[in-house]
């Protein structure tokens, strides 16, 4: 039994559960971890990183403790999106077996709590800790069979943050501070899983007076140097508008 769940008080029924998205030229990806197998077999298992919180400590605390101690990536700014209570969410014989091998409590119901996040990954160096094997980015396209409901929560994370992203700018979090409209909108195409037309894009990102043009190009590229843009957030402050929808 994993001794960590021993030394603090750990509450039994309720666990935290984190999505976090990054995005780079290879497209969106999200954060997994990968578990030991209860009886050392062959085989791998990812899940969300995720765990029990402590009974003093609130969720959001949890959330980034958690995040921490599995992965090595601390202080994000987590965003809750929806709570998960389905009285079989376990359901794997593995992942009972495997709760066995690091529970107290095994077999109590879990209700968790899903947050999301987007950061650069190249901002953070992941290290697996406690009862992660290995953390590791994988395209959200790629994602294999996750242990428990991990599929379901990623989904529903997935759709919090395309609706996110459709009302707020939280997707420059994710590219340079000086970016291309083609950044930008293959920024946009990851996340909401469509293309967008580029003509439309163009109009209405270029209507957005908190998105702004510079007077710089691209350097060291073997195409021609497209005009770079920068987020003002000051401007966005000034003149929010839900204009978002590119279709």
């Given at each position: ?13 309720v ?85 066995r ?104 990102i ?17 195409h ?16 929010f ?7």
């Open positions: 039994m994993d001794q960590n769940h021993l030394a603090f008080n750990l509450n039994p029924n666990s935290v559960d984190c999505a976090v998205f990054g995005f780079d030229k290879g497209g969106l990806k999200v954060l997994l971890i990968e578990r030991d197998n209860p009886d050392n077999t062959e085989g791998k298992n990812y899940q969300l990183p995720g765990d029990l919180i402590r009974n003093d400590e609130n969720l959001d605390d949890a959330a980034n403790r958690v995040l921490r101690e599995l992965t090595n990536i601390d202080k994000l700014f987590l965003e809750q999106f929806a709570a998960f209570g389905d009285p079989q969410r376990v359901k794997r014989e593995n992942d009972l077996e495997w709760l091998s690091v529970r107290k409590d095994p077999e109590a119901r879990v209700v968790t709590i899903g947050y999301y996040s987007l950061i650069k990954p190249e901002n953070f160096k992941l290290a697996a800790n406690s009862f992660a094997r290995k953390a590791e980015w994988v395209n959200v396209k790629e994602v294999p069979e996750l242990a428990f409901d991990h599929n379901q929560i990623l989904t529903s994370a997935l759709e919090a943050l395309k609706l996110k992203m459709r009302t707020v700018p939280v997707g420059f979090e994710l590219l340079p501070k000086k970016f291309t409209l083609h950044q930008l909108q293959s920024l946009y195409e990851a996340v909401l899983g469509t293309e967008i037309d580029k003509r439309n894009f163009r109009r209405k270029l209507g957005m007076k908190f998105i702004v043009p510079l007077d710089e190009k691209q350097k060291g590229v073997a021609k140097p497209a005009q770079l843009f920068q987020f003002n957030k000051k401007n966005y402050n000034q003149n508008s839900l204009a978002f929808d590119f279709q």
